[in-house]
């Protein structure tokens, strides 16, 4: 019960703060140079956290009292990774030993996920190298946020593990890269292997999971991705191996989802020119079911992404 009593707590305080009422949460954050920014859903930053390094990536808990950030990492494969207090505003380097092979001298880290109840956090290792994925590659590893003990998913050695997706249930890992989704202790739940883009589409690349059961992708008619109306985006479902467009399932169009960079259902963070917006001007866009488009903020932001939240009652059926 304490805990549930910290969290409102904590997020009245940022009501108070930003002069919002108790109850509402900030939608998104984004982070520049050594600042993270929280952001409403009208496009006004609630709270800002300034910490003691750049910040290259981060992921909130789910209860945004925990905060991990990686140091930017431009030309390698990962950067150095801590774990953030909101409460205590104390920063601390994670996790405390390599978690590789033991001739890794060195090791880094990127895409951190906090499971679902925010006990666990799952995050890509990799030895500090520069080159191609058979030299930079590591198994996941996870890091109990109690206890900060960590270790690796042993089940994850081996494999391409770049752009790996946490389910919410934290039960298993989408490999886009391996075509399968794997629990953690190295099953395959789902092989992709019999999943076929349809023609003119010449390839295929995911972009987040809507629920357990089906992922957002994005395909390509030209091999060049930046060609606009060459995309197309849509959901997959992971059961049946069938897609259907992302405007029928989620409501968001491929004109609306051009240059996502962030999606949890049911929002998504699009980076647009000033071509595409006209005279909303260039930046990171928050788009809602319906094409409602909001500025978070300009184009100059590192990362920007959607916040944790509870999945909504209206998940599609075939996700949950």
Known sequence: ?????????????????????????????????????????????????????????????????????????????????????????????????????????????????????????????????????????????????????????????????GGFLLSPDRLNFLLWDEEKVVDTNGATLFNLHDFKIEEPFKWALDDARIGNGCVLYRAGKSSTPRIKGETSYFVLNLKSLSSASASKVVGLSDKELEGVVSYRFPYAIVKSTQELTGDLGSGYFLITPGGTRTKLTSAKAEVVQILPHKLPEDLPTQCR
């Open 1 to 161: 019960m304490k805990g549930c009593i910290d969290a409102v707590f904590f997020l009245f305080a940022i009501g108070i703060a930003s002069g919002q009422m108790p109850g509402q949460r900030p939608l998104a954050a984004f982070a520049s140079g050594k600042s993270v920014f929280l952001v409403s859903s009208s496009g006004e930053v609630d709270s800002t956290i300034k910490l003691p390094v750049k910040v290259g990536e981060f992921s909130f808990s789910p209860d945004l009292k925990k905060l991990v950030v990686i140091t930017p990492h431009p030309d390698e494969s990962g950067g150095k990774m801590y774990l953030y207090s909101l409460e205590s505003k104390q920063l601390q380097r994670i996790p405390d030993h390599s978690l590789g092979s033991q001739s890794d001298r060195a090791e880094v880290y990127s895409e951190p996920q906090f499971s679902e109840d925010g006990a666990k956090l799952f995050f890509n290792t990799h030895p500090q190298a520069k080159g191609d994925l058979a030299e930079t590659n590591g198994p996941i590893a996870e890091v109990d946020i109690k206890s900060l003990r960590a270790k690796a998913v042993e089940s994850t050695r081996g494999v391409i593990t």
